[in-house]
């Protein structure tokens, strides 16, 4: 997997999908920092998001971003998708390669070693830490420190992502320390000060 350095977004949907949301996805996009964009809707039905990721597919072609679905490995191969985001409770990475051939599966380690080298084993496309710090998107459960994100890169050349509670102040620090990616999802969405572009714009 080709790793763009100002490319560094992987940007998560919100929650909540509003009429709104796919001229501010386009607008985000536009701005050539994502390089992924992540379809996570818990409370959906199946229908209903095969509609939205319809829609949110095209937008992402068009800006050259690759679409992942979360959780779900067969809905990502009924939209084409360009790949899957799997949990540690969700199917493992074998059986999703299985279904989905040679798309994008990257997993979530938390905050540990050992599930990351049983993911690089697997063949993961890449790997996911956090929460590096306090969220609003998710309650936090596990907490990862720097240090994880250094000793991974002494051993794989896999790809990480750094998740958690990342915004314009603490976000530079995670790519000094070895992030490849950083997974953002509240500070673009639920921004109370500024529109999704211009938080965006913020990260440079």
């Not at 009429?19 to 607008?27: A, D, G, T, V």
């Not at 939205?52 to 050259?64: F, H, V, W």
């Not at 051939?101 to 990257?106: E, F, M, P, S």
């Not at 306090?134 to 002494?154: D, E, M, Y």
Request: net charge positive; glycine share 4%; hydrophobic share 40%.
């Amino acid at each position: 997997m080709k790793i763009n350095k100002k490319k560094f977004i992987y940007l998560i949907s919100p929650n909540k999908i509003h009429s709104s949301f796919y001229k501010n996805l386009n607008l985000v996009l536009k701005t050539r920092k994502v390089s992924f964009f992540q379809l996570r809707l818990k409370n959906y039905s199946l229908k209903k998001k095969i509609i939205i990721g319809k829609k949110i597919k095209i937008i992402c072609k068009k800006n050259k971003v690759k679409f992942i679905i979360n959780d779900d490995p067969l809905l990502a191969l009924n939209l084409d998708a360009d790949g899957c985001h799997l949990g540690q409770k969700d199917m493992n990475v074998k059986t999703a390669k299985k279904i989905l051939g040679k798309k994008i599966i990257g997993i979530t380690c938390h905050n540990s070693i050992n599930l990351a080298k049983k993911a690089i084993k697997a063949k993961a496309d890449y790997i996911a830490f956090g929460a590096f710090n306090q969220s609003k998107t998710k309650k936090t459960r596990h907490v990862a420190s720097i240090k994880i994100l250094n000793k991974i890169k002494k051993f794989t050349k896999t790809p990480t992502v750094a998740i958690g509670g990342i915004n314009a102040v603490n976000y530079k620090n995670l790519l000094l320390n070895n992030a490849n990616f950083l997974a953002i999802s509240g500070y673009i969405w639920k921004n109370k000060k500024y529109k999704p572009l211009q938080a965006i714009e913020r990260l440079k």
